[in-house]
């Protein structure tokens, strides 16, 4: 099955250290998102992916990065984790141009939680 | 902006009575509307979707909503409420500029579903 994957899957660290949080997809879409889920907030997006040459800023990007190495891999750096950056990340993708619409595809998620 | 509001953070009913989980929306172009359910330890997998056309969807594990223009609401709905149900439930929108709002989608804060034996 075409899918969204992120490693690792649970990862506790602690307040400086850098981070990176990896996601691939075997799903073919051009777009790919980066997430993160709060109790009482849902999710806001971090970052936006169209291709491997555009990368846009969302709602929260302050003290995150991210890179696109190629269609099916898009990474989310913290340069230097603090405690408020503990959540629950979440890879999408997406491919409105074939379908008409922005359904996205959700990897199962990165519990990441900074001491 | 685009924004969804989802009354109620938590939800309770009885195991066979009526779900109606609420979801408002607001946006200056016509919507594209999307409800997501996660269950525990799991990510969000699509429920339903509204794009055009009737109104009325109906999605996965008996749900159905309902696209009210008038109202800017997109309740979900299911006639039988079952212990598997239980789960946080998310309402989404994105709007039909070109690329189908290729930005992301703005969530609701969520709803938990709980089911009383």
């Known amino acids: 099955d075409a899918d969204v994957t992120q490693t690792p899957r649970n990862r506790i660290t602690k307040t400086g250290k850098r981070i990176m949080l990896e996601c691939s997809q075997t799903k073919g879409h051009d777009r790919m998102y980066w997430y993160r889920q709060d109790p009482g907030l849902g999710l806001r997006l971090i970052y936006y992916s169209f291709d491997v040459k555009d990368i846009n800023k969302g709602e929260i990007s302050d003290g995150y990065s991210v890179s696109r190495q190629a269609q099916a891999k898009f990474s989310l750096s913290l340069e230097s984790a603090i405690p408020n950056q503990t959540a629950l990340y979440f890879c999408?993708?997406?491919?409105?141009?074939?379908?008409?619409?922005?359904?996205?595809?959700f990897g199962p998620g990165t519990r990441l939680t900074v001491l | 902006a685009q924004s969804v509001t989802q009354l109620g953070s938590h939800v309770s009913v009885s195991e066979g009575a009526l779900v109606l989980l609420r979801c408002n929306y607001s946006s200056s172009v016509p919507p594209y509307l999307f409800w997501y359910v996660q269950y525990p330890n799991q990510g969000l997998q699509l429920l339903l979707k509204?794009?055009?056309?009737?109104?009325l969807v109906k999605g996965i594990n008996g749900f159905e909503a309902e696209f009210k223009k008038s109202e800017t609401s997109f309740h979900l709905t299911k006639p039988s409420a079952h212990m598997s149900d239980a789960a946080e439930y998310f309402c989404?929108?994105?709007?039909?500029?070109?690329?189908?709002?290729?930005?992301?989608?703005?969530f609701g804060k969520g709803t938990h579903l709980i089911i009383q034996p």
């Open positions: 999408a993708t997406s491919d409105p141009l074939r379908f008409g619409y922005n359904e996205q595809f």
């Open positions: 989404a929108v994105s709007d039909q500029r070109s690329g189908g709002g290729a930005d992301g989608l703005t």
């Open positions: 509204y794009t055009t056309g009737a109104t």
